[in-house]
């Protein structure tokens, strides 16, 4: 017999009963039910059920078990009785009867429980990552990404792709984040980049002629943590391909993510055919360009309708600045006083001065009916008024309505599609300002009146995205996007026009309100990478010093290419139905981009300063 198990954990079922066997595992937790010792033996595998009696020659020994010991135990498999089984576990139809019984591991007293799934301080959890590891809920989300992982892998090689690996140890690239550098022992004063992308070495893949790249790629980004981004590194599904446009990667990446959100999505349904929405599309409707398409809710432009009106507030910033706009929010089922007042008090704990809106309320009319009648005395009276119902309309009521009068309050009705008891909020000043506070509203929302829909996945691509943003704290043109895609136009796109007004072929996949990836179709002609860096400043010398390695081999024959990088974290979250990365990593960081396990980032002694040559200088304290 092996020295620790003839079977895991898991494995045992009703054809075994019989047979003498060995299993070994952590002790999940023991029950004492006076005549019988009952031991929940678990394993990576699963859970099996030993039972020792006062006549087992263990029995003294599996009284001293405590939780998360380690222990081989050997016995006879049985099956239990009728009213014992237990349906929820692979294993609950029988029980092994234990004949011996050996500790391997005692446990010291544990920091927190493995047993169940109570909520625990992060930070613990953290330290103790190990332990938190063995809980099913954890365990089970790190097998289902490694299953995530390896459906990837198939996929794409079914698409024909070519799994290569690229460097750790590489330049610093103006990727948007800060780079995590590593300082050069052999070459005094110098530094290298951990990649935050493998961008310019995919991009030079394709250049040397491999047509269809991918990896399970590490990042690295010294950047803040947030609940749907890890601080340091993550991983991505990065791709490219060779002589292709735009859609030709939508065509081939849209299979990919569709099968693999079926595979592992638990039957919830997915898009089935991704809509492309342009980025200033989904900033006007959506104030984010990650919109989660499972909430209805589209904002408009209602700025017309405030024009002079009697609503001094919004007509007098109109007036002040043109470039001015009001959108309207509008929320359905919302029309009443209560949910109103409090998505105001919301706005005003998110630090704004509040939130109007106008509530629609039946419409009533007051007629003049006609025709005589005879009143209850006998006299006839005619043109008798009364009070009717119109379905078609609804009055607006609250502040704004009243300041703005019935005609334009029922034009922003009809404009929405609104009805009696339907709401609508506005937010006003400039778009730049104001989006992200009106996306979140829009998402408050649509939770609140419980529009947004549950139980599915909505893809879509957002394309379209302005090849420039404007800096303000260093008055020029930054790249908004990827530096390395093609401008919508090309060269010409590059000297003819406004530089805040050229697109780029540039795209993210977003699910959920959650961005997967972005990726873009590269500029594969060194001229018209001169001129876009030139564009956000960087001169020709500066260029050729910082990129040269990818301006030098554009020169020498670039394929057409484009590509995408999906991030594996968060199509793992998703796939979980987690809403934390932490819950989807094996050793995760915490927010502070601490390593608390493993007690990094940490001290190095003075010689290995010398060797390096670096010298320390710590900020002075405050």
Known sequence: MHAYRTHTCGALRQGDVGKTVRLSGWVHRVRDHGELLFIDLRDHYGLTQIVADPQSPVFAQAEKLKPEWVMRIDGAVVARTADTVNPNLPTGEVEVRASDLEVLSEASELPLPVFGEPGYPEETRLKYRFLDLRRETLHGNIMMRQAIIASLRNRMREAGFFEFQTPILTASSPEGARDYLVPSRVHPGKFYALPQAPQQFKQLIMIAGFDRYFQIAPCFRDEDARADRSPGEFYQLDLEMSFVTQEDVFDTVEPILRGLFEEFGGGKPVTPKFPRIPYAEAMRKYGTDKPDLRN???????????????????????????????????????????????????????????????????????????????????????????????????????????????????????????????????????????????????????????????????????????????????????????????????????????????????????????????????????????????????????????????????????????????????????????????????????????????????????????????????????
Not at 356 to 382: A, L, N, P
Not at 514 to 522: K, Q, T, Y
């Open 296 to 622: 209805p809710i589209e904002m408009e432009d209602a700025t017309e309708h405030f024009k002079g009106s009697g609503f001094k507030l919004f007509a007098g910033m109109i007036d002040m600045d043109v470039n001015t706009r009001i959108w309207a929010i509008p929320a359905k089922g919302g029309g009443s006083r209560a949910f109103c007042d409090r998505m105001n008090a919301w706005a005003q704990s998110e630090g704004q001065p509040g939130l109007g809106y106008i509530i629609f309320d039946k419409h009533i009319e007051t007629v003049v009916w006609d025709k005589s009648i005879e009143g209850i005395s006998g006299e006839v009276k005619t043109d008798v008024p009364y009070q009717q119902l119109d379905p078609e309309r609804a009055a607006g009521k609250g502040p704004i309505a009243k300041n703005i009068g019935q005609e334009k309050s029922e034009a922003i009705r009809q404009q929405l599609g609104l009805k009696a008891g339907d709401a609508v909020f506005f937010v006003a000043g400039l778009p730049s300002e104001f989006a992200d506070f009106a996306a979140r509203a829009r998402v408050k929302i649509g939770n609140e009146l419980e529009l947004t829909a549950t139980g599915r996945f909505e893809f879509c691509w957002i394309v379209d995205f302005p090849m420039y943003e404007w800096n303000e704290d260093e008055k020029r043109n930054d790249f908004s996007h990827n530096p390395f895609s093609m401008p919508q136009g090309g060269l010409e796109a590059l000297q003819t026009k406004d530089p805040l007004d050229i697109l780029a072929y540039q795209y993210d996949v977003v699910c959920n309100g959650v961005e997967l990836s972005s990726g873009a179709i590269r500029n594969h002609k060194p001229e018209i990478m001169e001129k876009a860096f030139a564009i956000a400043g960087y001169p020709k010398e500066e260029l050729e010093q910082r990129f040269g390695g990818m301006l030098r081999a554009l020169q020498y024959g670039a394929p057409p290419h484009g590509g995408i990088a999906p991030g594996i974290d968060r199509m793992v979250m998703l796939l979980c139905g987690e809403e934390n990365l932490r819950q989807v990593v094996m050793f995760p960081m915490n927010q502070q981009a601490e390593d608390l396990l493993m007690g990094a980032p940490s001290e190095v002694s003075p010689k290995q300063l010398k060797d390096l040559h670096i010298r320390i200088v710590l900020p002075p304290k405050s």
